[in-house]
């Protein structure tokens, strides 16, 4: 059994403003490619899949466009699971019709946990092994909160909850499983360890940081374990077989010198698992000028565009006592770069920093309400007001199960007026 392993995704998602449909595009082209050159029997996608609940039209088209291709590049099994961007609504809405295509999603957790156990087939429908799909856990599935729990409590009962889901569908599967086929599974989660970019930070899966699942948290047995949320590659606890893909696209300019790539793997009855690390392109360049005002000038001046496709992204940071006061810092950056590069290169934020490497907003940034999360927002406001500790954590927790039901509200509303 050979599948191909990606998550984060993210369609749909604008930096700073500009959309990346153009570099999504790049790399599903290149997904589709990777596919077809190492036959694989199956693609599986560990969860965020669109950037917000209600994505744009364009993203949908993506997707949709991606899933028909797939289907016609010998693939024979396709496996979709729900991150913590994605609405299980949305994702689930057309999937009865992609099973007769053999693509399956899985978009939130399942009443019924069998829901979650596919069968891997491979171009000639022959099982060759079964996925537990589990998606991104949500609050209510875990059930975790309780009044007067301490955070210690609260991420002790999460990982309990879910060590427990994980527990459950294995065992499920391996009473399916009575050919002794490779069983592997998803999830979509904050592992302990995990390295992250600005990007993960914002959106810890457990406000807070809660619920920290380490590489033993998963049942023995499993052949692999395909994880997403992070979006720099990494495997987990040293484990070559529980791993996180890494998004295939850099999301943010913390991520503009992360390698990306794709994971292609083998499994075989009773072996463990090849592990093969599939590079991919850069499809857009993003760099970030830090230091003094005439240290960014010069850095800006020098950099050499020619060799990328496309515009290069970028981001100025100043470092604190540049000396700025009477100059707007956008539009010179702005006109230096036209000046140097015309249209290769695109200034997309200026920002000033009350020390090395932490950003300020002040009336030179550019950054706006577009650019940050309705998570952000409401944080910047808790802080405002004072609220702080455990009663800001409380708050964000239950201020992102809103978010979840006004996204499904919004994708059900759409769907009864189409």
């Known amino acids: 059994m050979k599948f ?5 995704w993210h369609l749909g998602r604008r930096l700073h403003g500009q959309e990346l449909a153009a570099e999504h595009d790049a790399c599903l082209d290149e997904i589709i490619r990777l596919i077809r050159e190492h ?15 209600t994505p744009p039209n ?4 993506q997707y949709y466009n ?4 797939v289907a016609q590049a010998g693939c024979g099994t396709v496996i979709i699971t729900g991150g913590n961007h994605d609405s299980p609504t949305a994702l689930n809405a057309p999937k009865d019709l992609l099973e007769a295509l053999n693509i399956y999603v899985v978009g939130g957790a399942t009443e019924n946990i069998a829901d979650e156990i596919l069968p ?3 171009s000639e429908g022959k099982t060759i092994g079964y996925c537990c799909a589990v998606p991104f856990l949500r609050d209510k599935d875990l059930r975790y909160s309780m009044p007067g729990e301490t955070d210690a409590e609260r991420s ?3 990982v309990a909850g879910i060590q427990e889901h994980y527990e459950r569908v294995v065992a499920a599967a391996q009473l399916l499983n009575t050919d002794d086929l490779p069983i592997i599974a998803t999830g979509h989660l904050f592992a302990q360890g995990g390295i992250t970019g600005d990007l993960d930070n914002k959106e810890q899966i457990h406000v807070g940081n809660l619920g920290q699942i380490g590489a033993d948290a998963f049942p023995a047995g499993l052949a692999y374990v395909a994880l997403g949320h992070l979006h720099r590659p990494q495997k987990v606890g040293g484990r070559d077989t529980v791993r996180y893909s890494g998004s295939p696209v850099a999301l943010d300019f913390s991520e503009r010198d992360d390698a990306k790539q794709v994971v292609i793997v083998e499994c075989l009855p009773k072996q463990t698992a090849r592990i093969e690390i599939i590079p991919l392109p850069t499809f857009r360049r993003l760099v970030r000028f830090s230091g003094m ?3 960014v000038e010069h850095a800006i001046k020098d950099f050499d565009t020619n060799k990328y496709e496309r515009s290069v992204f970028a981001e100025v940071h100043l470092s604190p006592n540049a000396t700025t006061a009477a100059l707007d810092v956008n539009d010179y950056f702005r006109t230096l770069t036209a000046k140097h590069h015309g249209e290769k290169m695109q200034i997309l934020r200026v920002v000033q920093t009350r020390t090395i490497g932490v950003p300020a907003f002040d009336k030179n940034s550019s950054t706006g309400l577009e650019e940050l999360s309705r998570m952000d927002v409401f944080a910047e406001r808790l802080k405002k007001s004072g609220i702080e500790g455990e009663e800001m954590i409380e708050l964000q927790r239950t201020f992102q199960e809103l978010l979840t039901l006004l996204d499904e509200a919004e994708f059900t509303k759409e769907g009864m007026t189409a």
């Not at 036959?39 to 609940?53: E, L, N, P, Q």
């Not at 364009?58 to 088209?61: E, Q, R």
């Open 4 to 8: 191909l392993h990606t998550a984060d």
């Open 39 to 53: 036959r694989v029997d199956a693609f599986i996608h560990a969860g965020d899949v669109f950037d917000t609940g």
């Open 58 to 61: 364009y993203a949908l088209k």
């Open 66 to 69: 991606f899933l028909a291709r």
């Open 120 to 122: 891997i087939k491979n």
């Open 156 to 158: 002790k009962r999460i």
């Open 293 to 295: 005002f005439a240290e």
